[in-house]
């Protein structure tokens, strides 16, 4: 059964760096594309990163751009997102979603976009707060 599991949420001053992980069980990470998303109160999702299955593509929105960096593990079978300097309004639960993308000709590209998304993680929670 595949499952993903995030964690490494919190709360931290403004400025401060988190590590988020995304970990996979139940099916091999390397065969898919990985996109980070976030939901702030109110809001609507919003896609903030992804990378593709081959890591050979990485791209993030604007917003984070500079601050944030995805990274896979293979070997851990997990997925990172680095954040620093983080700002108040990046307060949100942020999840981990996975698409299958074994096929060659998919295996650089990715998405933002929620709707490419089948399965996804929990969340978890990272309040941005003095």
């Known amino acids: 059964q595949l499952q993903l599991v995030e964690s490494g949420g919190g709360l931290v001053h403004p400025g401060g760096s988190l590590t988020l992980s995304c970990a996979a069980s139940g099916f091999n990470l390397d065969d898919y594309t990985i996109g980070w998303f976030r939901q702030a109160p109110g809001k609507e999702r919003e896609g903030i990163s992804c990378?593709?299955?081959?890591?050979?593509?990485?791209d993030y929105t604007e917003s984070v751009k500079g601050r944030f960096t995805v990274s896979r593990d293979s070997a851990k079978g997990a997925v990172f997102l680095q954040m620093n300097s983080l700002k108040p309004e990046d307060t949100a639960v942020y999840y981990c979603?996975?698409?299958?993308?074994?096929?060659?000709?998919?295996?650089?590209?990715?998405?933002?976009?929620?709707?490419?998304?089948?399965?996804w993680g929990q969340g978890t929670q990272v309040t941005v707060s003095s």
């Open positions: 979603a996975v698409k299958r993308a074994h096929v060659f000709a998919l295996r650089d590209l990715c998405t933002m976009i929620s709707t490419a998304y089948a399965s």
């Open positions: 990378i593709s299955t081959s890591g050979n593509t990485i």
